[in-house]
């Protein structure tokens, strides 16, 4: 499967944004899929998984209450909608594929998108 990651861009803080990962190859709802994040000398870290189907979510704590995953299998595209961002939400982000349930570590990431960054401003 191939991923095309795309919706980034510069907002202030408070605002939103939506990112799409656009998945091509096979169908989204086969994969567990993930979204992951790396700010500036840090490492990538994950943010919000959504399971196979669409049936389960998860995420980590800094985002839970302000980020939301869905899958639309018709489109075979995952969202990622980010609301109440805050500077520290600065970062590339990366949509993976995972053949297990889950895509909530890199080790259980098949195939990466190539990122797209977000920049929230103070």
């Known amino acids: 499967v191939q991923l095309q990651a795309s919706g980034g861009g510069l907002v202030q803080a408070g605002g939103s944004l939506r990112l799409s990962c656009a998945a091509s190859g096979r169908s989204v709802s086969s994969y567990g899929m993930g979204w992951f994040r790396q700010a500036p000398g840090k490492e990538r870290e994950f943010v919000a998984a959504i399971s196979w189907r669409g049936g389960y979510t998860y995420f980590a704590d800094s985002v839970k209450g302000r980020f939301t995953v869905a899958m639309n299998s018709a489109k075979d595209t995952v969202y990622l909608q980010m609301n109440s961002l805050k500077p520290g939400d600065t970062a590339v982000y990366y949509c993976?594929?995972?053949?297990?349930?889950?895509?909530?570590?890199?080790?259980?990431?098949?195939?990466w998108g190539q990122g797209t960054q977000v920049t929230v401003s103070s």
């Open positions: 993976a594929a995972s053949s297990k349930l889950y895509a909530r570590s890199e080790d259980e990431c098949d195939y």
